[in-house]
């Protein structure tokens, strides 16, 4: 019999517990420790800024970046970026995002004493690290986009219904064309169609707005 469990960001005294039961019980559990797209995207966000060129020239270049490949000028030196990642891995270890003895997805290579020559990632983490890299680096823009999307959709709720709009109102409309939004979210918005001039706030204390006469 075999029994797959996934659990997304365990947190506090239940991921503890989990973690308890797992060692419990470590001789009949086999962990998944494979690099999926979400933790690629997790480890990918987790990296400071130069790391993730590193990640990200390591996939653009089908498994492999040379390190003239990654200095920015001739005196830039790569010293330091091995160690960083291995701690990156162990913390996010710790955070329950991976197991523990998952591969690192990047390793350097070089004659040793500190010198690397590069950086290899297993050609078959790189369509999966190609995913989650895309994922992230669209997050800003995507985010942008449904920002707009939901001012445009209450601002037709708002123009065809007419009336006083308070946030539970603004939480309905937006809910009923497909948007989840939160209070505060939907003040916001509320704030940002009077200050476009299409509502009135009517309640100096509160976000109560009447669509203009």
């Known amino acids: 019999m075999k029994i797959t469990v996934t659990i997304d960001h365990p947190t506090g005294d239940f991921q503890n ?11 009949h559990v086999e962990l998944d420790a494979t690099w999926t797209v979400q933790r690629a995207e997790q480890y990918y966000r987790s990296l400071p800024k130069r790391a ?10 089908d498994g492999y970046v040379a390190s003239e490949d990654l200095r920015d000028d001739e005196t830039t030196s790569l010293r330091g970026h091995s ?13 329950g995002l991976w197991p523990e003895d998952i591969h690192p997805p990047i390793t350097p290579e ?31 823009e995507k985010w942008a986009e449904q920002r707009l999307t939901q001012v445009a959709a209450l601002e037709k709720a708002v123009q065809a219904q ?18 989840e939004a939160s209070d505060k979210r939907a003040r916001q918005i509320l704030r940002d169609l009077a200050a476009s001039g299409l509502l009135v706030k009517t309640d100096p204390d509160r976000a109560v707005y009447a669509t203009k006469a």
Not at 110 to 120: I, L, R, S
């Open 162 to 179: 007419g009336g006083t709009w308070d946030t539970r109102r603004a939480v309905t409309a937006l809910s009923d064309a497909g948007h």
């Open 110 to 140: 070089g004659p040793g004493f500190g010198k690397v020559v590069g950086y290899a990632m297993d050609e078959d983490l790189v369509p999966v690290f190609f995913t989650a890299i895309q994922n992230v680096e669209t997050e800003p």
């Open 83 to 95: 160690a960083s990642l291995k701690r990156l891995l162990q913390r996010g270890a710790m955070r």
């Open 17 to 27: 517990r989990l973690l308890a039961l797992l060692a419990e019980h470590a001789t």
């Open 52 to 61: 993730r060129r590193i990640v990200k020239l390591s996939v653009a270049g």
